[in-house]
């Protein structure tokens, strides 16, 4: 294998001979170890030059990550969905339980009084946390945000009741007979003011009790107007202490004459207003 002889590939040369029209043609003899040096050392350069380029100029993005903005904007979208996901799902367990609660606030609206042998009474008196998982139906942006208002808090000041209109309470609080408020005797018409600030969370008409309002306070108290004649609120307007929501009536079946029903409930369970009124 005489190919393979060091000498003899010493001994070996590369020509080159250009064939330019312009030109008069000339070959150009090299050695071999002359033509690999001088490939060698184009590569070299060629890398050099390339490194270079790459590393002051833009080109890079154009080579490898054309499509790098496209990325960026996609991620951050990405992101966005993310996090309003997160926020739906936050608000919407908090509407679940809110809706919870209101379904059986409905059910008490219906009638001014409760034996306490009824089912619904019980019901009333227990805490209602519902949970919704979380990737679950739509349902679940405003009820977390709810609860963040409106939940217990132990350290917070204590929420001071006024008077919702004035009158003579003609029937007092009496749970044993199932008469969960107080009555005022105010003729048709009269103002009926918040009680304290807070939510409107029931704001309509129901068969027994008329045009009726519901209120959720701080530390989980509820107000409750019945036997309505006008409503000026609706359900999520936020109201003041002493602020103007409805006017008195004889609304409903549940109801002998004109005159306010008015309850204070806390955790599901009814407070005795005349305990709770400001004097």
């Given at each position: 294998?005489?190919?393979?002889?060091?000498?003899?590939i010493k001994?070996?040369?590369?020509y080159?001979?250009?064939?330019l029209p312009i030109?008069?043609t000339?070959?150009?003899?090299?050695?071999?170890?002359?033509?690999?040096?001088?490939?060698?050392?184009?590569?070299l350069?060629?890398?050099?030059?390339?490194?270079?380029?790459l590393?002051?100029?833009?080109?890079?993005?154009?080579?490898?990550?054309?499509?790098n903005?496209?990325?960026?904007?996609?991620?951050?979208?990405?992101?966005?969905?993310?996090?309003?996901?997160?926020l739906?799902?936050?608000?919407?367990?908090?509407?679940?339980?809110?809706?919870?609660?209101?379904?059986?606030?409905?059910?008490?609206?219906?009638?001014?009084?409760?034996?306490?042998?009824d089912?619904?009474?019980?019901t009333?008196?227990?805490?209602?946390?519902?949970?919704?998982k979380?990737?679950?139906n739509?349902?679940e942006?405003?009820?977390?945000?709810?609860?963040?208002?409106?939940q217990e808090?132990?350290?917070s000041?204590?929420?001071?009741?006024?008077?919702?209109?004035?009158?003579?309470v003609?029937?007092?609080?009496?749970?044993?007979?199932?008469?969960f408020?107080?009555?005022?005797?105010?003729?048709?018409?009269?103002?009926?003011?918040?009680?304290?600030g807070?939510?409107?969370?029931?704001?309509?008409?129901?068969?027994?009790?008329?045009?009726m309002?519901?209120?959720?306070?701080?530390?989980?108290f509820?107000?409750?107007?019945k036997?309505?004649?006008?409503?000026?609120k609706?359900a999520?307007?936020?109201?003041?202490?002493g602020?103007?929501?409805?006017?008195?009536?004889?609304?409903?079946?549940?109801?002998?004459?004109?005159?306010?029903?008015?309850?204070?409930?806390?955790?599901?369970?009814?407070?005795?207003?005349?305990?709770?009124?400001?004097k």
């Amino acid at each position: 294998m005489k190919w393979l002889n060091f000498k003899n590939i010493k001994n070996s040369s590369v020509y080159v001979t250009p064939n330019l029209p312009i030109l008069s043609t000339t070959s150009y003899k090299f050695s071999l170890f002359k033509a690999l040096g001088f490939i060698g050392l184009y590569t070299l350069v060629a890398w050099f030059v390339l490194i270079v380029i790459l590393s002051v100029t833009p080109l890079k993005d154009f080579l490898f990550v054309a499509d790098n903005n496209e990325l960026k904007t996609q991620n951050e979208k990405i992101q966005q969905l993310r996090n309003r996901v997160i926020l739906l799902t936050e608000q919407l367990q908090a509407l679940a339980s809110t809706n919870e609660r209101l379904k059986f606030a409905v059910k008490l609206a219906e009638k001014d009084s409760i034996s306490p042998k009824d089912p619904l009474y019980d019901t009333l008196q227990k805490t209602i946390k519902k949970k919704i998982k979380i990737g679950g139906n739509v349902f679940e942006a405003f009820n977390l945000l709810l609860d963040r208002i409106f939940q217990e808090d132990q350290n917070s000041k204590e929420i001071l009741f006024l008077d919702p209109t004035k009158g003579i309470v003609i029937q007092v609080f009496n749970p044993s007979t199932g008469h969960f408020g107080i009555d005022y005797g105010v003729k048709t018409g009269s103002p009926i003011y918040a009680s304290a600030g807070g939510l409107v969370i029931f704001s309509d008409y129901t068969v027994d009790s008329g045009f009726m309002m519901i209120i959720q306070h701080d530390n989980n108290f509820t107000t409750i107007y019945k036997h309505c004649s006008s409503l000026f609120k609706k359900a999520k307007d936020v109201v003041i202490t002493g602020e103007l929501i409805a006017l008195s009536g004889n609304s409903g079946k549940n109801t002998t004459g004109p005159h306010l029903h008015f309850e204070i409930w806390q955790k599901g369970k009814p407070v005795d207003p005349q305990i709770l009124l400001v004097k």
